[in-house]
C-alpha cells in the first residue's frame, strides 16, 4: 500500500512513513540494510527522502512487503537484477494509475 507523495525535492521520514502505511523505525531500519537509500541529513539529524530514495523505498517495499522476500533476498535481487526488476515495477505502477483512472472515470459515468 503506497499512497502517491506530492512533488518535491525533499521529504520527512514522517511524510514517507505515513505515504508507505509503516512505522519510521522501519524506514531507519531499511536505510540501514539497503545501501540504495541515501537520505541527507540536516543540521538537526533529520532525514530529507529524495525522490530517488522514494523510487528506491516503493521498490523495497514491493520486494519485501508485496511480494515477501526476506531482507537478503531483496538485496541480491536488487544487486543482481535492479534493471529488470525496476522496469517491471515500474510498468506495474503504470498499469496500476491506469487502473485507478478508468475506475474513476467508470464512477463518473
Known sequence: MYIDLPEKRYYAIGEVAKAFGVNTSLIRFWEKEFTVLKPKKNAKGNR??????????????????????????????????????????????????????????????
Open 48 to 109: 530529507k527522502f529524495t525522490p530517488e530514495d522514494i523510487k528506491n523505498l516503493k521498490l523495497i517495499f514491493h520486494l519485501v512487503k508485496e511480494r515477501g522476500f526476506t531482507l537478503e533476498g531483496a538485496k541480491t535481487h536488487l544487486k543482481e537484477e535492479k534493471k529488470d526488476t525496476l522496469s517491471n515495477f515500474q510498468i506495474i505502477s503504470k498499469l496500476e494509475d491506469i487502473k485507478n483512472q478508468l475506475s474513476k472515470i467508470k464512477d463518473q459515468l
